[in-house]
């Protein structure tokens, strides 16, 4: 005998509210809201204030207000344009970041665009990570595809990939302004990958196939198979064929 499917409710929290966790359609969270356990549902939404004390499991979640999430989540699309914190593990097939996101483990994805800021103490690995805003990722990047565009400074501790690109961004002229002052470079021990292009980069180790250090980088010690490229305004230690 086939098991009927629990049924899925709508919750919606507009005023101040305290809800157990449960299997729903589409939450929505337009006041202030607490739920005291693991969520399952379709739709997460909060355009105000949310604290979920256990894990979330959704299709899709959209942040314009603000979020935490103390479980792990496992998401298909999240996009955050207000502030979020994740306090366990993140796996999400698409991660979309315009506001501020906090990651207090790792994030695994198959796409992260981040034009607001990350930050994650853990690892993240994906296939693509572009980015225009800020980072700071306490462990590894790990991407086949890392395309950075400079605009704020940005760290990782190591990042790894096949093709890893990092461009200042020729900014609009009302950023020049708020950037003055600002030293605009991505910071990184360790960079590894099969294509290697650096621009404005602080790095002790780059080793890869190909690799071309611009202008604007601080290298130690440069590792390369079979081309490489150093701009003169930058300055390397050393550059040794493998």
């Known amino acids: 005998m086939e098991q009927k499917q629990q049924p899925r409710n709508d919750l919606n929290i507009s005023g101040i509210g305290r809800m157990g ?6 939450v929505k969270i337009d006041g202030m809201g ?23 499991q959704a299709e899709s979640m959209n942040i314009n ?5 103390e479980g792990t989540a496992t998401l298909d699309k999240m996009v955050i344009g207000g502030m979020s914190t994740f306090d366990d593990n993140v796996y999400c097939r698409s991660v979309v970041i315009n506001g501020r996101v906090t990651f207090g483990e790792s ?3 198959d796409k992260v665009e981040v034009g607001g800021i990350l930050k994650a103490k853990g690892d993240v690995q994906c296939e693509t990570f572009s980015v225009k805003g800020h980072f700071t990722i306490g462990g590894l990047l790990n991407a086949d595809h890392v395309d950075i565009k400079l605009n704020l400074p940005c760290s990782a501790q190591e990042i790894g990939g096949e093709h890893i690109v990092v461009r200042k961004w020729k900014s609009p002229r009302f ?3 708020i950037q003055h002052g600002f030293s605009i470079r991505l910071k990184a021990h360790n960079i590894e990958g099969n294509h290697i292009d650096l621009e404005y980069a602080e790095v002790d180790t780059v080793r890869g196939n190909d690799v071309s250090i611009g202008p604007g980088c601080t290298i130690r010690l440069v ?12 300055k390397v230690g050393s550059c040794v064929r493998i």
């Open 34 to 56: 607490k739920i005291g356990g693991d969520i399952d549902c379709l739709a997460f939404t909060s355009n105000g204030t949310v604290g979920v004390e256990g894990s979330l």
């Open 21 to 26: 966790g449960g299997v729903f359609k589409d």
């Open 175 to 177: 950023w020049e302004q």
């Open 65 to 69: 207000g603000t979020a935490k999430v």
């Open 107 to 109: 994030l695994k994805s």
């Open 223 to 234: 590792e390369y198979k079979n081309t490489i490229h150093l701009d003169p305004e930058s």
